[in-house]
């Protein structure tokens, strides 16, 4: 599955059936590795701690992905067409600051300024990369910074925000509230996750973006108009680092102006190991998914462990790189299938 | 191809396995969550409570959620120790108000928690284990009263608020000087730096806005870490104080770069963190509130104090 595959597949696209068949779960036997690394990841841990292997603390995993999967899957829209956002952290991180105040000052219904808030750095990055035809590195590296500042400015004293009274009693419960078992907060992921997956298998949009990753020339000369998706593209990862802001609201019941950093990179090892490419034309949000869930089971098993912090980070680092070695792997042996 | 990828994989999973330390090796487990043990105070604090752990024949779980602002990571990380059952938790919070919930949860499922330095804001943990930080700030303002001559401008650097510990630092040097030095004024106060690297952004700005600055008031000897090297590097002579005595602390004081550093007994308080926490597992009576005494080290007494209790010794790591 080279890239010049996929760019002629992008211009003849017309089928949706080869489409899917190309990028959709079918087609993308090599996202199974994701499963494969949870599970194995999750095995040795259970035979390693008394605890962990446990179905409270599979719903307590759940519970603590979100944030990482959210926002990772937000950055693999922006990779599947070429670029790639560098300022989802401190984007939510000013999500949170807002909301919270908003919340403050109306109740729960505040918490709609936290996707709001998402969407508009989204298209600011998005007309920025494309309409002004500034590099996503500086184009997001600029609006980091604007995020960073204006979370710190709007926070009194640039310290944490709490939610006052009833919204933070809300928030804080549906952190720790389960549907049978799973955690709300993982089913808010799930949602929006099946969402993302509708978008990029089941709509014309969803097919436009992959058209524009794969060869955004070609999708010109079919019609396709470029700078509207890649707009497009922008906003739709802001809104996860809106979602993400919710998350973490319920988690801390806060609005945490300095949360977030370093976010940016990891989502990007998210998304990268759910199998997209930097070089643009890949998605599969479940692979996402997967490699967020892979990510949290390991962090969580290290947290078991007890061993060094320190050494703990070693290990996470080596885990990440074993997952982009498998993901290499597998990428060989799919091609031949 | 595959099999040879599972292959690997497998490998390392063993790898993993064996390089985990075996998990029942003590009757009993306690967590210790913190919220950045690369800062010179958790450091010396990890050390006291490791030490004590081993003493006390008791494993301990200790994680980090790598920076002072990472509250969601820790908040997470207690979630995991929730999950691991330990038999009691000890919490510096990385914000007071964000942690109160997760460890009110804790003690809801029967695991007690011990406060230590910066506490969870929550009435009910079974102890809470700092320093008199008030005493500290105290200490810091008579030591920069007399090296300034008791008249100039001050600029405070004191730390992020919702951190009690550092409040009552800045209150107790900010009172002591208004009672004792009424002839010094305080310009400027930073409440966002808490590294090396901020403190040297924020004392640049400070000597360029106020040219005839006489003196920094430093929260944490991080913080002085970075500031004396810059102040020295701009050829100001400008007085730092500080609190906390890592080892970077004492070389600054031996080659008289520092005045002195009101220190509190960080390895000490480690040790009775994990003695209270192993109290409060083994369902045995606490002692709600331990505060350690301060310190005022210069360079006259530097020599002669015994550290042993203050820092960890340099070739330590958690």
């Given at each position: 599955m080279d890239t010049a595959g996929a760019h002629s597949v992008s211009v003849r696209g017309s089928s949706p059936i080869s489409l899917r068949l190309r990028f959709g779960l079918l087609g993308q036997m090599r996202y199974t590795i994701g499963i494969v690394a949870t599970l194995v990841a999750a095995a040795v841990f259970s035979a390693a701690f008394p605890h962990f292997g446990t179905f409270e603390n599979a719903a307590n995993i759940l519970s603590l992905f979100g944030p990482l999967a959210v926002l990772s899957v937000g950055q693999m829209m922006v990779v599947l067409i070429r670029g790639f956002d560098l300022s989802v952290g401190a984007v939510f991180a000013l999500a949170t600051v807002i909301a919270a105040e908003v919340m403050n000052a109306t109740g729960l219904v505040g918490l709609v300024a936290a996707p709001l808030v998402g969407i508009a750095f989204g298209l600011l990055n998005g007309a920025l990369v494309s309409y002004f035809r500034v590099q996503p590195v500086i184009a997001t590296l600029g609006s980091l910074l604007l995020a960073r500042g204006g979370a710190l400015l709007a926070a009194?004293?640039?310290?944490?925000?709490?939610?006052?009274?009833?919204?933070?009693?809300?928030?804080?419960?549906?952190?720790?509230?389960?549907?049978?078992?799973?955690?709300?907060?993982?089913?808010?992921t799930l949602v929006g996750f099946l969402v993302v997956a509708f978008v990029l298998y089941a709509t014309r949009f969803g097919r436009r973006l992959f058209m524009v990753g794969g060869d955004p020339r070609s999708a010109a000369l079919v019609g396709v108009r470029v700078h509207a998706v890649t707009v497009a593209a922008y906003a739709m990862c802001g809104f996860c680092a809106g979602l993400t802001a919710i998350l973490i609201l319920m988690r801390t019941g806060l609005g945490l102006p300095t949360e977030g950093v370093g976010m940016e990179v990891q989502s990007l090892a998210?998304?990268?190991?759910?199998?997209?490419?930097?070089?643009?034309?890949?998605?599969?949000?479940?692979?996402?998914?997967?490699?967020a869930l892979f990510i949290q089971t390991t962090q969580s098993g290290l947290n078991f462990s007890g061993i060094s912090p320190y050494a703990a980070e070693m290990v996470m680092g080596c885990s990440i790189l074993l997952a982009g070695l498998l993901d290499r792997v597998s990428q060989r042996i799919f091609r031949t299938a | 191809m595959l099999c040879k990828a599972l292959k690997c994989l497998a490998l390392a999973a063993s790898a993993l396995c064996l390089s985990l330390p075996a998990a029942q090796a003590a009757d009993l487990t306690i967590g210790y969550s913190v919220p950045s043990m690369s800062s010179a105070f958790w450091t010396s604090a990890t050390y006291g409570v490791e030490k004590?752990?081993?003493?006390?024949?008791?494993?301990?779980?200790?994680?980090?959620?790598g920076n002072d602002n990472n509250v969601s990571q820790q908040i997470g990380q207690i979630q995991d120790l929730i999950q691991r059952h330990v038999g009691a938790l000890i919490i510096g919070a990385a914000n007071d108000d964000a942690l109160k919930p997760i460890a009110e949860r804790a003690i809801a499922s029967g695991i007690p928690v011990i406060g230590f330095s910066t506490p969870p804001n929550t009435d009910k943990m079974s102890s809470y284990i700092g320093a008199d930080h008030y005493d500290m700030g105290r200490?810091?303002?008579?030591?920069?009263?007399?090296?300034?001559?008791?008249?100039?401008?001050?600029?405070?650097?004191?730390?992020?608020?919702?951190?009690?510990?550092?409040?009552?630092?800045?209150?107790g040097f900010k009172e002591t000087l208004a009672k004792e030095f009424p002839s010094i004024t305080i310009v400027a106060e930073n409440r966002l730096a808490t590294t090396r690297a901020d403190s040297i952004t924020v004392a640049e700005d400070w000597v360029q806005r106020f040219p005839d600055l006489a003196g920094i008031y430093t929260?944490?000897?991080?913080?002085?870490?970075?500031?004396?090297?810059?102040?020295?590097?701009?050829?100001?002579?400008?007085?730092?104080?500080?609190?906390?005595?890592?080892?970077?602390?004492?070389?600054?004081?031996?080659?008289?770069?520092?005045?002195?550093?009101?220190?509190?007994?960080?390895?000490?308080?480690?040790?009775?963190?994990?003695?209270?926490?192993?109290?409060?597992?083994r369902k045995q009576p606490t002692t709600k509130t331990i505060l350690l005494p301060a310190l005022l080290v210069t360079k006259e007494n530097i020599d002669t104090i015994d550290l042993s209790s203050v820092a960890a010794p340099a070739n330590y790591r958690p």
């Amino acid at each position: 599955m080279d890239t010049a595959g996929a760019h002629s597949v992008s211009v003849r696209g017309s089928s949706p059936i080869s489409l899917r068949l190309r990028f959709g779960l079918l087609g993308q036997m090599r996202y199974t590795i994701g499963i494969v690394a949870t599970l194995v990841a999750a095995a040795v841990f259970s035979a390693a701690f008394p605890h962990f292997g446990t179905f409270e603390n599979a719903a307590n995993i759940l519970s603590l992905f979100g944030p990482l999967a959210v926002l990772s899957v937000g950055q693999m829209m922006v990779v599947l067409i070429r670029g790639f956002d560098l300022s989802v952290g401190a984007v939510f991180a000013l999500a949170t600051v807002i909301a919270a105040e908003v919340m403050n000052a109306t109740g729960l219904v505040g918490l709609v300024a936290a996707p709001l808030v998402g969407i508009a750095f989204g298209l600011l990055n998005g007309a920025l990369v494309s309409y002004f035809r500034v590099q996503p590195v500086i184009a997001t590296l600029g609006s980091l910074l604007l995020a960073r500042g204006g979370a710190l400015l709007a926070a009194p004293n640039g310290q944490a925000v709490i939610v006052g009274g009833d919204a933070q009693a809300v928030l804080l419960n549906l952190q720790l509230a389960s549907i049978a078992g799973v955690p709300v907060t993982a089913v808010f992921t799930l949602v929006g996750f099946l969402v993302v997956a509708f978008v990029l298998y089941a709509t014309r949009f969803g097919r436009r973006l992959f058209m524009v990753g794969g060869d955004p020339r070609s999708a010109a000369l079919v019609g396709v108009r470029v700078h509207a998706v890649t707009v497009a593209a922008y906003a739709m990862c802001g809104f996860c680092a809106g979602l993400t802001a919710i998350l973490i609201l319920m988690r801390t019941g806060l609005g945490l102006p300095t949360e977030g950093v370093g976010m940016e990179v990891q989502s990007l090892a998210g998304a990268v190991i759910g199998g997209s490419q930097l070089s643009g034309g890949y998605a599969n949000p479940f692979g996402v998914f997967f490699a967020a869930l892979f990510i949290q089971t390991t962090q969580s098993g290290l947290n078991f462990s007890g061993i060094s912090p320190y050494a703990a980070e070693m290990v996470m680092g080596c885990s990440i790189l074993l997952a982009g070695l498998l993901d290499r792997v597998s990428q060989r042996i799919f091609r031949t299938a | 191809m595959l099999c040879k990828a599972l292959k690997c994989l497998a490998l390392a999973a063993s790898a993993l396995c064996l390089s985990l330390p075996a998990a029942q090796a003590a009757d009993l487990t306690i967590g210790y969550s913190v919220p950045s043990m690369s800062s010179a105070f958790w450091t010396s604090a990890t050390y006291g409570v490791e030490k004590e752990a081993e003493k006390a024949g008791v494993k301990l779980i200790k994680v980090d959620a790598g920076n002072d602002n990472n509250v969601s990571q820790q908040i997470g990380q207690i979630q995991d120790l929730i999950q691991r059952h330990v038999g009691a938790l000890i919490i510096g919070a990385a914000n007071d108000d964000a942690l109160k919930p997760i460890a009110e949860r804790a003690i809801a499922s029967g695991i007690p928690v011990i406060g230590f330095s910066t506490p969870p804001n929550t009435d009910k943990m079974s102890s809470y284990i700092g320093a008199d930080h008030y005493d500290m700030g105290r200490l810091q303002a008579q030591c920069m009263g007399k090296a300034i001559g008791g008249k100039g401008k001050v600029a405070m650097m004191s730390f992020i608020t919702g951190q009690i510990w550092a409040d009552l630092r800045a209150k107790g040097f900010k009172e002591t000087l208004a009672k004792e030095f009424p002839s010094i004024t305080i310009v400027a106060e930073n409440r966002l730096a808490t590294t090396r690297a901020d403190s040297i952004t924020v004392a640049e700005d400070w000597v360029q806005r106020f040219p005839d600055l006489a003196g920094i008031y430093t929260t944490v000897d991080d913080m002085a870490a970075g500031v004396v090297p810059a102040l020295k590097a701009a050829k100001k002579s400008v007085v730092v104080t500080t609190s906390n005595m890592s080892p970077a602390a004492q070389k600054m004081i031996h080659d008289g770069d520092l005045p002195c550093s009101s220190i509190q007994k960080i390895v000490e308080q480690g040790r009775n963190a994990l003695q209270q926490a192993v109290l409060a597992a083994r369902k045995q009576p606490t002692t709600k509130t331990i505060l350690l005494p301060a310190l005022l080290v210069t360079k006259e007494n530097i020599d002669t104090i015994d550290l042993s209790s203050v820092a960890a010794p340099a070739n330590y790591r958690p």
